[in-house]
């Protein structure tokens, strides 16, 4: 049930008490809120009601959406002159790589710029393949090499490529997934060393998929991510019911990073930058 209708079932069927409150909370990690998240949140909605002394769940819930928007941040995303570097980092399964071909599709449709994959992931049998076709589909160049590849050396040579080229975006793909975490942490510091002494900072952005069906394994990844390599934005993958996504009030909540895009189906045009007023009214709807 949506938390927008779980919140109305409690105020219709008990006075804004102790208890009904307690209840909220409960509601909030049933929509992947998470515990930590929706404690704060009630806390701040119960003293928002005290002190305004709401009685209305049309009131209750302006409160609500007013506090949840306080911990979502909005990117007004824009590219700067010269080369843009989009790095897409994630565990496997999240969809770096369908994210990718989507933001490919969404920025041919948008822009007049040029852009080109990077094929980063060398460790997963099918990533290299998958993206060539994704490419194929799309008419966008990607520069990749053979299975087992340095990932560095790819992003190196895409860099460099694409300069040649005169063209302006790489939207690169990483590895999920290594022998062990030490590694893989290891081969993405790698990769953005190599960025770094390449593309402008103000060029280069780092890009954490978050999977809206995962719950609050998202928030561990992120902060794991974010930890190790340091995170620019958020990219909402999955997200195909108002039921979920909840999952970005603790993210966000927790490590300030804003969100810049949600996929929701399976199609290249199902990709949007992200609405933060869209978000909470399909978080908070009722049906």
């Not at 928002?48 to 941040?73: C, G, P, T, Y």
């Not at 969809?95 to 490919?104: F, N, Y």
């Not at 993206?131 to 340095?150: A, F, P, T």
């Not at 390449?198 to 394994?217: C, H, M, R, S, V």
Request: charged share 30%; glycine share 8%; net charge neutral.
């Amino acid at each position: 049930m949506k938390i927008g209708n779980l919140f109305k079932k409690i105020f219709k069927t008990r006075k804004l008490d102790d208890a009904a409150f307690d209840e909220m909370e409960d509601a909030l990690i049933e929509g992947d809120v998470g515990a930590s998240a929706a404690v704060a949140i009630v806390d701040q909605l119960r003293e928002k009601a005290k002190k305004e002394k709401i009685d209305d769940f049309d009131q209750l819930k302006k409160a609500l959406e007013e506090i949840l928007s306080d911990r979502v941040k909005e990117y007004d995303f824009r590219l700067n002159d010269g080369v843009n570097l989009f790095l897409f980092l994630g565990v496997n399964g999240v969809g770096k790589t369908t994210s990718i071909a989507k933001m490919g599709k969404w920025l041919c449709d948008t822009t007049d710029k040029k852009v080109v994959f990077a094929a980063g992931d060398t460790f997963r049998a099918a990533a290299i393949e998958q993206i060539e076709i994704h490419g194929e589909k799309l008419g966008i160049r990607v520069i990749n090499q053979q299975n087992g590849s340095d990932p560095g050396a790819v992003i190196f040579d895409a860099i460099e490529s694409v300069k040649a080229r005169g063209e302006d975006i790489i939207l690169a793909d990483t590895a999920g997934r290594m022998h062990n975490k030490a590694n893989l942490v290891k081969e993405l510091q790698k990769i953005d060393k190599i960025i770094r002494n390449k593309i402008p900072a103000e060029n280069y952005k780092k890009f954490i998929l978050i999977d809206a069906t995962t719950g609050q394994n998202g928030l561990r990844q992120a902060e794991i991510f974010n930890e190790d390599l340091g995170i620019d934005r958020i990219v909402l993958s999955k997200y195909d019911s108002a039921a979920k996504g909840g999952i970005l009030l603790s993210v966000c909540g927790k490590l300030g990073i804003p969100v810049a895009f949600v996929g929701t189906g399976e199609k290249y045009g199902d990709f949007a930058r992200f609405d933060k007023k869209k978000y909470l009214e399909a978080l908070l709807a009722v049906d």
